[in-house]
């Protein structure tokens, strides 16, 4: 006799629940984050010893100037209405005022900012482009210790590669490749060929770094047991290997990944630097330098910013990658 069916008194999505507690986890994380990274940048002009118009004017301005400067940039007012008026500013989507150039920093930053992010995502792209198919032919050729020469020449080769910091990369790039045999420009951001070095720079390290993890994780892949029933229905070696072994070795490819883009964007700073390239990282050095804090505080928060949302997306994407991500965190 059938069992009888209990009626269903209410529709229940499994896994609701975990995911609004995601969602929320992750907003309030990042709207902390981002309230301690706005909290921090602002008081970076207020803890810096001395005075920083005087600094950015020089020794011999008139005092006259100076007070005017400040007045104009609102450093007269007490610091919960400097700090108001920086919040307000923010949500205006207006930073201040350089103290060099008396420019707004939100105009410097929105014509430099297309370089550095089209520089260091051109670099994401090639690490990820080289390292996930390296990894992968390593896994499949060393697998079980076989090709023992070949797993030691690819482990020293991408250990020293990527010990190797950008910025020396990058001289050396530029002394082979541009000063000696004057294949590719040296500096400026002039057409594709202009990319080629501070791409390379950027890209070389992190894509050997990442080359290792992804055979690592490949090689745990392979060895698991849906991978020897694939194998036991005869299904092809290809097969196999991207079409159910790949895809369950992406998740950690992915978070390395999302923190791999994060270092880019950071390590845009020296290379942008050695090659002369006109975005964010060449603009904060120099505004160092002329000791234009506005411009430092504003292009140190949209760093910090950038940085912060990569993190969050890589979250996202790894939840729905794989929704057991969600589940069980605190």
């Keep these: 006799m059938p069992t009888a069916v209990p009626p269903v008194r209410g529709l229940r999505i499994p896994g609701a629940h975990p995911w609004l507690r995601f969602a929320l986890r992750r907003t309030g994380r990042l709207l902390v984050s981002l309230w301690v990274l706005v909290t921090a940048s602002f008081l970076m002009i207020h803890l810096v010893p001395g005075d920083p118009v005087r600094a950015a004017l020089g ?21 919960w209405r400097q700090y108001a008026d ?53 896994a499949v050729l060393t697998r079980r210790g076989r090709r023992r020469r070949a797993e030691l020449a690819f482990t020293g080769t991408s250990v020293v590669l990527g010990a190797i910091p950008d910025f020396l990369l990058a001289v050396g790039l530029v002394y082979l490749l541009a000063v000696q045999t004057n294949l590719f420009p040296v500096a400026g951001r002039d057409g594709l060929g202009s990319y080629v070095l501070p ?60 923190l791999l883009l994060s270092s880019l964007v950071a390590g845009t700073v020296l290379v942008e630097n050695v090659f002369a390239w006109p975005g964010l990282g060449s603009s904060i050095v120099s505004s160092i330098v002329a000791k234009d804090y506005p411009l430092v505080q504003g292009t ?26 969600t589940i069980g965190e605190g």
Excluded at 207 to 220: C, G, K, W, Y
């Design 59 to 79: 020794l011999t301005a008139p005092a006259d100037l100076v007070l005017a400067r400040k007045r104009e940039l609102g450093l007269l007012d007490p610091l």
């Design 86 to 138: 920086f919040l307000t500013g923010l949500f205006h989507g207006e930073m201040g005022v350089s103290i060099s150039s008396r420019l707004p920093v939100a105009e410097t930053i929105a014509q430099r900012l297309p370089a550095t992010a089209a520089l260091a995502v051109s670099a994401f792209l090639l690490s990820m482009l080289v390292a996930v198919p390296v990894g992968v032919v390593m």
């Design 199 to 258: 791409v390379l720079a950027l890209a070389i390290g992190p894509a050997a770094v990442l080359s290792r993890i992804v055979r690592v994780e490949m090689l745990a892949v392979l060895e698991a047991d849906y991978i020897r029933t694939a194998r036991a229905k005869r299904l092809t070696a290809l097969r196999i290997h991207l079409a159910h072994a790949l895809p369950n070795a992406v998740t950690a490819t992915l978070t390395l990944g999302g």
């Design 300 to 325: 140190v928060l949209v760093y910090g910013v950038g940085v912060l949302l990569i993190n969050t997306v890589v979250d996202v994407a790894l939840a729905l990658l794989d929704p057991r991500s």
